[in-house]
Nanobody, 117 residues
Framework: QVQLVESGGGLVQAGGSLRLSCAAS????????MGWYRQAPGKQRELVAA???????NYADSVKGRFTISRDNAKNTVFLQMNSLKPEDTAVYYCYCDAGGLRIRYWGQGTQVTVSS
């Protein structure tokens, strides 16, 4: 079993920045991809950014150029640097990781990000 603990959410004004962190712990055999989804009220959960163990990244079009995903493999931690935040970025952000040979997906508990206009 893998546990993911997120931190770094909060309230920020439009144009501001936040940095989310997510640390994995537990029975970690190997972690493959890690990343972030978000879910705004009344909307479906959407992929924000993902990063492989080798460092390849993928971003939603809506955040390209503003968000940066990175990871520390030694600490099993993934980060999301969010700059130039917009009110439409307001959502609960969930981190995930795909672990083990079966690439089982584990989820964090979610952290609220609120961007005021």
């Amino acid at each position: 079993q893998v546990q993911l603990v997120e931190s770094g959410g909060g309230l920020v004004q439009a144009g501001g920045s936040l940095r989310l962190s997510c640390a994995a712990s537990g029975s970690i055999f190997s972690i493959n991809a890690m990343g972030w989804y978000r879910q705004a009220p009344g909307k479906q959960r959407e992929l924000v950014a993902a990063i492989t163990s080798g460092g390849s990244t993928n971003y939603a079009d809506s955040v390209k150029g503003r968000f940066t995903i990175s990871r520390d493999n030694a600490k099993n931690t993934v980060f999301l640097q969010m700059n130039s935040l917009k009110p439409e970025d307001t959502a609960v952000y969930y981190c995930y990781c795909d672990a083990g040979g079966l690439r089982i997906r584990y989820w964090g508990q979610g952290t609220q990000v609120t961007v005021s206009s």
